[in-house]
């Protein structure tokens, strides 16, 4: 019986190219858990998004690109290697979109005699966009290609007291500065994928305060989840309340999405009279394009063009030692 790890990633261009960026959101956007409409809209959506889109991505990527390669590939490799010589067992690394890609990663375990699999997604919280895409994609790529194998998955890890950990460790250097607020940004979805993931079908943005009333929806709860992450972090941190907030970044379309905005909350807080901000996106946990451009570039640009003074971006755990301890130890419930 031979056990191994599958790290997954959310996945990069292969180059900041405008044909490599369009074959990457081609391929993103057209996942059915991304945009979740029937397939002939999404295409459609889709091909009007690739007009113009793919030109705008590839300058903000080659803002960020490294002469390794894709931050977010990079670190994940790091972590990797990282990870290899602290558990008992291979770690393997493949990322949802591009490359490395989940076929590749299985058909290679597979070669290697790998019977039973632990599939640890990069994504700390539940949502069918990334977490549930991850897990579904590597289920049927074992499914069509090594069938034999076993899959063990982790759960989502957002009030894992290692990761809760490995978040604070990233920020306690900052929020020793004298700084007036921390704005804590997620990733945003629609509402209508939050309101799909409800297994209850009658709490999630229906019931009032549904995030703090205690359901089982919760369990597949991106927004419950996040605010619950923010709310241990901030207890570990020792912030007052007043000292912090969420907000949600990056959305995409006329649809409603979670709110506040990120983007609107930067102008917002520089506005009334918050002069030193603190942001950090717990939701990736490796820095990006939307970390790095989406909050380190263009968000410093909107909360110092709305009045504020100074704006530091917290980086993600990347290869930060707590955060390759946690990971072994969410590895070693697999393979002690």
């Known amino acids: 019986m031979s056990k191994a790890v599958l790290l997954v990633n959310l996945g990069s261009p292969d180059s900041p190219s405008v044909p490599d960026v369009r074959r990457y959101l081609n391929e993103f956007l057209m996942d059915g858990r991304v945009i979740d409409v029937a397939w002939p809209l999404r295409r459609l959506i889709v091909g009007i998004i690739l007009i113009n889109r793919p030109k705008e991505s590839a300058h903000a990527y080659q803002s960020v690109w490294t002469p390794e390669g ?5 670190t994940s490799r790091k972590v990797q290697s990282l990870l290899q010589p602290r558990v008992k067992v291979p770690v393997e690394l493949a990322m949802r979109y591009q490359n490395p890609s989940v076929p590749d990663a299985v058909k290679k375990l597979a070669k290697q005699g790998v019977t039973e699999l632990f599939l640890l997604p990069l994504f700390p919280h539940y949502a069918m966009s990334s977490y549930e895409s991850a897990v579904v994609w590597v289920q049927e790529n074992i499914a069509k290609h090594a069938p034999s194998i076993k899959l063990t998955v982790q759960p989502p890890y957002y009030n894992h007291p290692d ?3 490995a978040l604070a460790a990233v920020s306690t250097d ?14 945003g979805v629609p509402e209508r994928q939050i309101k799909k993931s409800d297994p209850t079908k009658c709490h999630c943005l229906t019931v009032k305060d549904c995030c703090n009333v ?9 927004r419950a989840q996040c605010f619950q992450t923010a709310k241990l972090l901030a207890k570990k941190l020792n912030l007052p309340d007043a000292k912090w907030s969420v907000a949600f970044q990056s959305r995409l379309g006329k649809d409603p999405w979670l709110q506040p905005f ?3 909350e930067l102008e917002r807080l520089a506005q009334s009279g918050v002069k030193k901000l603190l942001i950090m996106s717990p939701a990736f946990v490796s820095d990006c394009l939307e970390t790095i451009e989406e909050l ?5 640009e909107s909360f110092i063009g709305a009045g504020g003074d100074s704006y530091q971006l917290i980086p993600c755990m990347n290869e930060h030692p707590q955060w390759i301890t946690a990971l072994e130890n969410m590895v070693k419930t697999f393979a002690p």
């Open 70 to 74: 894709s931050p977010l590939v990079v």
């Open 214 to 222: 205690p359901s089982p929806a919760h369990e597949f709860c991106y």
């Open 174 to 187: 900052a929020v020793k500065t004298d700084f007036d607020h921390l704005l804590i940004s997620f990733h």
């Open 296 to 300: 380190g570039i263009r968000g410093k």
């Open 262 to 264: 990120t983007d609107i």
């Open 163 to 165: 990761y809760i950990a």
